[in-house]
């Protein structure tokens, strides 16, 4: 089961106090679940269990955001995979988690590649952590990374482990080179040995 979260209540929490309770409160896991909201993020995405709970933690805290900020927020990636993986048990996210906890609806956008919406979120994203600093404090690096060192989002697809490899671009470099060495190493040898 996914253990409430700790986050502490800061002086610039003020008026949300009750909001920060309610989302702090939350278990994302449906009572009849065989596996736990947390080791399934974990097992999707391949993260360590400690660096899992810590993602957790950090989308309670962007949901917290969202209604006590006063302005639109943008997640980091990891805290994205959170939401995307909240979204997929709809019930509990609209009716319970929606309704009764942030006492609003948190849709999730879709980029739609116009001009413009990169900049835009961007610029909502380095929103999002001056505001995160003013509740929360500095945000772990790891998760929040800096606006400044941001590239567009990853390039993601899904991949049948079972029936495919997957390799690091450098790695499968370094084996094409590996191989081409051993070629070329074998043809020299048969050239000199049917010279000689």
């Given at each position: 089961?996914t253990?409430?979260?700790?986050?502490s209540?800061e002086?610039?929490?003020?008026?949300?106090?009750?909001?920060?309770?309610?989302?702090?409160?939350?278990?994302?896991?449906?009572?009849?679940?065989?596996?736990?909201?947390?080791?399934?993020?974990?097992?999707?995405?391949?993260?360590?269990?400690d660096?899992?709970?810590?993602?957790?933690?950090?989308?309670?805290?962007?949901?917290?955001?969202?209604?006590?900020?006063?302005?639109?927020?943008?997640?980091?990636?990891?805290?994205?995979?959170?939401?995307?993986?909240?979204?997929?048990?709809?019930?509990?996210?609209?009716?319970?988690?929606?309704?009764?906890?942030?006492?609003?609806?948190?849709h999730?956008e879709p980029?739609t590649?116009?001009?413009?919406?990169?900049?835009?979120?961007?610029?909502?994203?380095?929103?999002?952590?001056?505001?995160?600093r003013?509740?929360?404090?500095e945000?772990p690096?790891?998760?929040?990374?800096?606006?400044?060192?941001?590239?567009?989002?990853?390039?993601?697809r899904?991949?049948?482990?079972?029936?495919?490899f997957?390799?690091?671009?450098?790695?499968l470099?370094?084996?094409?080179?590996?191989?081409?060495?051993?070629?070329?190493?074998?043809?020299?040898?048969w050239?000199?040995?049917?010279?000689?």
């Amino acid at each position: 089961m996914t253990e409430p979260s700790s986050i502490s209540s800061e002086p610039e929490i003020g008026d949300h106090r009750e909001l920060l309770r309610r989302v702090t409160e939350y278990s994302f896991d449906p009572p009849d679940a065989r596996e736990t909201f947390e080791d399934r993020l974990r097992r999707e995405n391949r993260w360590p269990a400690d660096f899992t709970r810590r993602v957790i933690e950090e989308y309670r805290r962007f949901t917290f955001l969202f209604a006590a900020a006063g302005h639109p927020v943008a997640p980091s990636d990891a805290v994205d995979q959170a939401w995307h993986l909240h979204l997929l048990y709809t019930r509990r996210y609209w009716d319970d988690f929606c309704k009764q906890v942030l006492q609003k609806p948190l849709h999730h956008e879709p980029a739609t590649g116009i001009a413009g919406e990169f900049d835009k979120l961007a610029d909502w994203y380095a929103t999002t952590l001056k505001s995160y600093r003013r509740f929360f404090g500095e945000p772990p690096a790891d998760i929040w990374p800096d606006p400044q060192n941001r590239t567009p989002k990853p390039q993601y697809r899904r991949v049948d482990i079972i029936r495919s490899f997957i390799l690091p671009r450098k790695t499968l470099l370094a084996i094409v080179l590996a191989t081409a060495g051993l070629w070329i190493a074998w043809v020299v040898i048969w050239i000199a040995w049917h010279r000689g």
